[in-house]
């Protein structure tokens, strides 16, 4: 079983929706969860940082982390044709520096 | 916020050379750099921990006189993939923890990648 699991998709939605990306995980121990989006032939992108559980908003986005559930989430409202990009959620323990990637999710919003 | 350049973008090598890739945070200073490989529609996979002034610490199943890893400076690491193979040809991606609170030091700043390099062995 992996660490952490993503669902690959490919996801595909019309502008202007509400996307939803998710990742589950086994290890308790991780505490700092992040969101990265990475364009094609380009460097994964910090998109959102949070530590341990709740909420943390940034203009469209969304993060979501759910520890009592292993469960972490992405929203971007509004979604526009420049999100089309696949999207990995990485995490990693308290006192280690090693993040743990889940497979990234390839999104495609249409115009 | 944190950057991190790596160079070059692009490289086309014939089997037998030597190529190196450079890592720079332009920002900030970065103890610890990591180099990972990602082949295409797959997710990152931690090839090595660069440290500044000390060897670097490679993961399981890397060969470490294969990719050799040079961390001079707190801004520089290099990842040299000696007598390429085609095998060899992957996106290596570099990235150095920084620009958190706490500054480039602290223990729990985020990860910032650098663009990749596309290498092709021929």
């Known amino acids: 079983q992996k660490e952490v699991e993503q669902d690959p998709g490919p996801l595909s939605v019309p502008e202007g929706a509400i996307v939803s990306l998710n990742c589950t995980y086994s290890?308790?121990?991780?505490?700092?969860f992040m969101w990265y989006r990475q364009y094609s032939r380009k460097g994964p992108e910090l998109l959102m940082y949070t530590y341990s559980s709740g909420n943390k908003e940034d203009g469209r986005f969304t993060a979501q982390v759910d520890k009592s559930s292993k469960y972490i989430s992405l929203f971007i409202r509004d979604s526009q044709p420049s999100d089309s990009a696949t999207y990995l959620c990485a995490m990693r323990e308290t006192s280690g520096s090693r993040l743990t990637f889940g497979e990234g999710t390839q999104l495609t919003v249409n115009p | 916020g944190a950057v991190v350049s790596q160079h070059p973008s692009r490289v086309i090598c014939k089997s037998g050379t030597s190529v190196k890739i450079e890592c720079r945070s332009l920002?900030?200073?970065?103890?610890?750099m990591f180099w990972y490989r990602q082949f295409p529609k797959q997710s990152l996979m931690l090839m090595a921990t660069s440290n500044e002034g000390s060897k670097a610490t490679y993961e399981q199943g890397v060969e470490k006189d294969k990719f050799l890893i040079n961390h001079a400076s707190l801004t520089l690491s290099t990842l040299t993939v000696t007598s390429a193979h085609p095998e060899d040809s992957s996106f290596y991606i570099c990235?150095?923890?920084?620009?958190?609170?706490?500054?480039?030091?602290?223990?729990?700043?985020?990860?910032?990648f650098g663009n990749g390099t596309r290498l092709t062995v021929t």
């Open positions: 990235s150095a923890r920084g620009g958190g609170k706490g500054g480039s030091r602290s223990y729990n700043s985020p990860l910032h």
């Open positions: 290890n308790s121990a991780f505490q700092y």
């Open positions: 920002d900030f200073q970065a103890t610890t």
